[in-house]
């Protein structure tokens, strides 16, 4: 095992393989505790605002090293089964729809109370932290800071002494790279070369042997420098059915890091499993 330093950064092809959305249902906390405890994971992040986030809290306690960023929340996507901000305060009424839910998508998002989208994104850290959570970086659900709030997520990792979820080379380019990148400097933030999330949904005849055969693919394919593969695992059940048709896909997370041949490819290509604990280090370390 290599030990990522700033100097050999782009000797080595790292990789988080992480897990999101810990805390969302009872059916995903199982699955990435599972896979963490079997080594097929090595991070993951806590949604502080959903009803399984103390359950989530109750895994870190029992085993302190599991690697928990927090995946700051702004959207609620599933059409019966919600949540919402942590605070009510002036302002909060534009984080929200009619029923003081967080809207399903992002599309509120330039629109929203500046001063309120801090305070709760500030909150849910704090959350964490109160719930026994030392976290390990900050990222964001649904990619909803993207665009009018990207400095947000950049100016609270600085302020939080963490490393943040942000590519110069994203799948989706919001235009604003190059701009956040040179904060990121700016602030000492430190943040992967790439980030590669898994799909959500595949197509009718993209069964689990396309999928894994995908990984195997972006695994081999993986570049110099710190990438972090995400993707998001849940046990098959009915709570989990109840929530999302796309449930197959997430049983398809489940699996693909716990498959021999995928596991295969990683000790076969040499490449070094980090967390983000690694990169939290780095960054604080650049600051003293």
């Not at 009872?26 to 949604?47: D, F, K």
């Not at 605002?49 to 960023?69: K, T």
């Not at 989208?117 to 909150?123: C, G, K, S, T």
């Not at 449930?247 to 693909?256: A, G, K, N, T």
Request: net charge negative; with cysteine.
């Amino acid at each position: 095992m290599i030990m990522l330093t700033l100097e050999n950064r782009y000797q080595h092809r790292f990789l988080i393989v992480h897990a999101d959305d810990f805390g969302m249902c009872h059916s995903t906390n199982r699955a990435i505790v599972e896979l963490w405890e079997r080594g097929a994971i090595t991070s993951t992040t806590l949604m502080a605002n959903c009803p399984w986030a103390l359950e989530a809290a109750a895994a870190v306690s029992w085993d302190p090293q599991l690697d928990v960023g927090v995946h700051l929340t702004s959207t609620s996507e599933w059409e019966l089964y919600k949540w919402g901000p942590l605070l009510r305060q002036p302002g909060a009424e534009t984080l929200t729809d009619a029923l003081g839910y967080f809207p399903a998508d992002t599309r509120h998002m330039p629109e929203v109370d500046a001063a309120a989208l801090r305070a709760e994104l500030n909150a849910q850290i704090a959350f964490a932290k109160t719930i026994g959570i030392d976290p390990t970086h900050l990222d964001n659900h649904m990619g909803s800071l993207r665009g009018a709030h990207h400095r947000l997520l950049i100016e609270l990792g600085a302020e939080h002494g963490l490393p943040v979820r942000f590519s110069e080379y994203p799948d989706y380019a919001s235009g604003d790279e190059a701009e956040i990148a040179a904060l990121c400097r700016q602030l000492g933030v430190l943040h992967p070369d790439r980030v590669i999330g898994l799909p959500f949904t595949y197509a009718d005849e993209e069964d689990y042997g396309f999928a894994r055969e995908h990984v195997r693919s972006l695994l081999r394919d993986l570049q110099p420098g710190v990438t972090e593969l995400l993707f998001h695992p849940s046990l098959e059940t009915d709570e989990l059915k109840a929530i999302t048709d796309s449930w197959p896909y997430r049983l398809y997370d489940y699996r693909l890091f716990l498959d021999p041949e995928v596991r295969r490819v990683l000790a076969d290509e040499s490449i070094e499993l980090i967390g983000w604990r690694e990169l939290r280090e780095l960054q604080r370390a650049e600051v003293r």
